[in-house]
T-cell receptor, first 113, second 115 residues
Framework: KNQVEQSPQSLIILEGKNCTLQ??????????LRWYKQDTGRGPVSLTI?????NTKSNGRYTATLDADTKQSSLHITASQLSDSASYICVVINTGTASKLTFGTGTRLQVTL | EAQVTQNPRYLITVTGKKLTVTCSQNMNHEYMSWYRQDPGLGLRQIYYSMNVEVTDKGDVPEGYKVSRKEKRNFPLILESPSPNQTSLYFCASSLFPHRAYDEQFFGPGTRLTVL
């Protein structure tokens, strides 16, 4: 069964600190992996997209890594800001015409003063 | 502006009263999809559509119907809503999500409460 597991479930950090969120998946065959940011009550917004041949992708202070061999990904946030407080969702997409998306349950990040 | 719109944004209804949540995109996307999001469960796919007149079940299709008569619109229909369909619903669209770098855009969400 295709699954995406994220850890931790929630995280509280001080403003200015770095943090790393984890994503493990069993989706096969693999097409690409995406990290989304979702503010409370809003739709998810894409942060990064990576194919199996890419092992790192940055978007400002967000850096995603991918190890397709171990089926693990991480999202690193540098110098966190209060506006980073949100849920971060890992999504893995399989190949083929069915275009099946498998979502993780997300990590809820709170950045405090 | 490229966007996915949903209406209504908030809806409170009673058990058994048919309702439709509309979804529209202005990006000429082939693929559209509906999700529900519940606490602790993340986003779960209800139905998706690869193109006009082509729809397929996602992970949790029971109690829902969809149609895709035009490329831009993908309404979600609850023929006889029940309280367990109380949830936050998102519509999304993209060209082809299995193709790398095809961005998937989400609507703003519809919060549905069924009493």
């Amino acid at each position: 069964k295709n699954q995406v597991e994220q850890s931790p479930q929630s995280l509280i950090i001080l403003e200015g600190k770095n943090c790393t969120l984890q994503c493990n998946y069993t989706v096969s065959p693999f097409s690409n992996l995406r990290w989304y940011k979702q503010d409370t009550g809003r739709g998810p917004v894409s942060l990064t997209i990576m194919t199996f041949s890419e092992n790192t992708k940055s978007n400002g202070r967000y850096t995603a890594t991918l190890d397709a061999d171990t089926k693990q990904s991480s999202l690193h946030i540098t110098a966190s800001q209060l506006s980073d407080s949100a849920s971060y969702i890992c999504v893995v997409i399989n190949t083929g015409t069915a275009s099946k998306l498998t979502f993780g349950t997300g990590t809820r990040l709170q950045v405090t003063l | 502006e490229a966007q996915v719109t949903q209406n209504p944004r908030y809806l409170i209804t009673v058990t058994g009263k048919k309702l439709t949540v509309t979804c529209s995109q202005n990006m000429n996307h082939e693929y559209m999809s509906w999700y529900r999001q519940d606490p602790g469960l993340g986003l779960r796919q209800i139905y998706y559509s690869m193109n006009v007149e082509v729809t397929d079940k996602g992970d949790v299709p029971e109690g829902y119907k969809v149609s895709r008569k035009e490329k831009r619109n993908f309404p979600l229909i609850l023929e006889s809503p029940s309280p367990n369909q109380t949830s936050l619903y998102f519509c999304a669209s993209s060209l082809f999500p299995h193709r790398a770098y095809d961005e998937q855009f989400f609507g703003p969400g519809t919060r549905l409460t069924v009493l």
